[in-house]
Each structure stands twice: as structure tokens, then as C-alpha cells.
């Protein structure tokens, strides 16, 4: 039997990565079999682990690309694996759709975790094409840093100093608001986050 594809997408501080470590804790209490992954670009915490900005964590295996997850899935062939999880998915190249389409065909679920739009409310590809092809999708929300309402569902850069559409950066560079604030604070700004595209 197949195995499923879910996402779990969102701002910043929607709880993402608290979603997928709770998904993770259920595998291990069950002593299921399972790896989790995460992109070598993100050094925010610690290499080695999946960090929740809440704290929780678990060990992870560092990959570099789509490819590079593949090769080390085919080196866990016959540990018979029954869960993938994947952090931070909006890092990795678009080639991780077709690996995590093979994996679900080994009968292997597959969570990924990662941001839906940056900061410029653009859509990650990567992200969108995964959903596409997704079991289940969760969106999360956020609270809006700027009034409060549990209704954040974009990330919002809060300095200017830019470059492109992936930052790694943590609470003094990004928030989360709701719509509303989005357009607030972008119209507050000498230099409109639309305009620097
Ligand atoms: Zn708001």
C-alpha cells in the first residue's frame, strides 16, 4: 500500500516545526521506523537537530539537496522505514517532488514541513508543487505580532536590507501578521517590500 504525503505550511512562528516534532514523538513512541531530514542551508540552531523556537527537538540528517535525501534513503533500503520527515522543505530544490512521489510509492509516509509564501507574499515552487501533490494539507496560522489576532498567515521582513526571496533569519529579522498589518507596516516602510522585487 502507498504511503501518504502531508504538508504542513505556513508564516513564520505558525508552530510548523512543533507539528511535525509532535508527528515525529507519535513514530517514536510507537518504535516506528523513521528518519527525519533537513537542509543544509539552515544553521539558525543546530545542525544535527530540528529545533521548534519553542525548544523541542530531534536528531535529523543534514542533506544538501533533493538528491542527496534520495541517495540516503536508498542506503536505509531494507531498514524498512515507514515515516520521512522533512524540515524546512522550502530550501530544497524542486527535484524533492519526484523523490517524495517514489518514497510514498515504497509505501513510506512523508511529512514535510516548510514556509508557503516569503516574506514578499511570493509562493515557494517548491512548497506549491508539493501541495499539489499532498495527501493532506495543514495550514497553520500565527498570532500577528502587530495586533494580536490568531489570524498571521504571512511573514513579514522587518528591515531592508534584502536579498531575494530566502533569508535564513530568526526573530529580529521576520514576524508574522495578518493581512491587514501586512498592508499597515508595508505602507509604514520609506521602501515597499512589493517594490523591491
Ligand atoms: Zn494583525
Given at each position: 500500500m502507498a504511503g501518504k504525503l502531508t504538508l504542513i505550511v505556513g508564516p513564520m512562528y505558525s508552530g510548523k516545526t512543533s507539528a511535525l516534532l509532535s508527528l515525529v514523538e507519535i513514530y517514536a513512541l510507537g518504535k516506528k521506523n523513521y528518519v527525519v531530514f533537513k537542509p543544509e542551508i539552515d544553521r539558525r540552531y543546530s545542525s544535527e537537530y530540528v529545533v521548534s523556537h519553542s525548544g523541542m527537538k530531534t536528531s535529523a540528517l543534514v542533506v544538501g539537496s533533493s538528491e542527496s535525501l534520495h541517495a540516503r534513503m536508498r542506503e536505509l533500503?531494507?531498514?524498512?522505514?515507514?515515516a520521512v520527515f522533512v524540515d524546512?522543505?522550502?530550501?530544497?530544490?524542486?527535484?524533492i517532488v519526484d523523490v517524495a512521489k517514489g518514497i510514498i510509492d515504497q509505501g513510506i509516509d512523508v511529512f514535510c514541513v516548510g514556509l508557503?509564501?516569503?516574506?514578499?507574499?511570493?509562493?515557494f515552487v517548491v512548497t506549491a508543487k508539493l501541495m499539489a501533490v499532498a495527501d493532506e494539507i495543514v495550514k497553520k496560522r500565527a498570532v500577528c505580532h502587530?495586533?494580536?489576532?490568531?489570524n498571521a498567515v504571512l511573514s513579514y521582513r522587518t528591515t531592508n536590507d534584502i536579498e531575494g526571496d530566502i533569508d535564513v533569519g530568526g526573530m529580529e529579522k521576520y514576524v508574522a501578521v495578518c493581512r491587514d498589518c501586512y498592508k499597515i507596516l508595508s505602507s509604514k516602510k520609506t521602501v515597499h517590500p512589493q517594490q523591491a522585487d
Open positions: 533500503d531494507g531498514e524498512k522505514v515507514q524546512e522543505v522550502h530550501f530544497l530544490d524542486e527535484g508557503d509564501m516569503s516574506y514578499r507574499q511570493k509562493p502587530n495586533c494580536g489576532e490568531y
